[in-house]
């Protein structure tokens, strides 16, 4: 079964200091994985997503992530966080086959310190 | 502009009794999603519906039931059997045929049973 684990429950960053936010999964084939950011009261919002091709994949707001299949891993990343980076973060995972659903993790709360 | 539509925003429920939270979509996709969401739980998946007239069971669907007679539409009804509904909800969909491209999610619906 697939599964997702977010390890930091709470990150405190200064403005302007680099970001990592840590994500594995469990699945047996190649799968698909997702970073999405959800602000107060919000829906999701997609930053990125990888499926197949290049492990770096860039996305918006200037965050990027990179797949490692040898750790099962699908960290986020941002060189430099602003203020309004503060949110919750889920990484997820969906099977490479129609009609399935994503599997989220619980989610990362980012604090932006100034 | 396309999008998800979720209504009412804000919703109270009393003991006992059922409550439908609305989704709409006119992103013209074929699949479309429930998630519920707790602090510190993530999102988990309630039911999800891959066509017209079909939908399949999530992780957590005991005390929800949905429908699904348009494409447009994917309805969820809270009943009196779910003994702890206070959450936010959340609709997703997805085009099928382009799964890997993630999902689309609307502003949710927070339910407070009072």
């Known amino acids: 079964a697939q599964s997702v684990t977010q390890p930091d429950i709470h990150i405190t960053v200064s403005e302007g200091a680099s970001l990592e936010l840590r994500c594995n999964y469990s699945?047996?084939?190649?799968?698909?994985l997702f970073w999405y950011v959800q602000s107060p009261g919000q829906g999701l919002q997609l930053l990125l997503k990888?499926?197949?091709?290049?492990?770096l994949v860039q996305g918006i707001k200037g965050f990027e992530a990179e797949f490692k299949r040898s750790q099962s891993s699908f960290n986020l990343r941002k060189p430099s966080v602003h203020w309004s980076d503060a949110a919750e973060y889920f990484c997820?995972?969906?099977?490479?086959?129609?009609?399935?659903?994503?599997?989220f993790g619980k989610g990362t709360t980012l604090s932006v310190s100034s | 502009d396309g999008g998800i539509t979720q209504s009412p925003k804000y919703l109270f429920r009393k003991e006992g009794q059922n409550v439908t939270l609305s989704c709409e979509q006119n992103?013209?996709?074929?699949?479309m999603y429930w998630y519920r969401q707790d602090p510190g739980q993530g999102l988990r998946l309630i039911y999800y519906?891959?066509?017209?007239?079909?939908?399949q069971k999530g992780d957590i669907a005991e005390g929800y039931s949905v429908s699904r007679e348009k494409k447009e539409s994917f309805p969820l009804t809270v009943t009196s059997a779910q003994k702890n509904p206070t959450a936010f909800y959340l609709c997703?969909?997805?085009?099928?045929?382009?799964?890997?491209?993630?999902?689309?999610f609307g502003s949710g619906t927070r339910l407070t049973v009072v």
């Open positions: 997703a969909s997805s085009d099928q045929r382009s799964y890997h491209y993630g999902y689309t």
């Open positions: 992103l013209n996709h074929d699949a």
């Open positions: 519906s891959q066509i017209v007239n079909d939908f």
């Open positions: 699945y047996g084939a190649t799968p698909y």
């Open positions: 997820a995972v969906g099977a490479n086959q129609a009609g399935t659903a994503l599997i």
């Open positions: 990888y499926f197949s091709g290049d492990t």
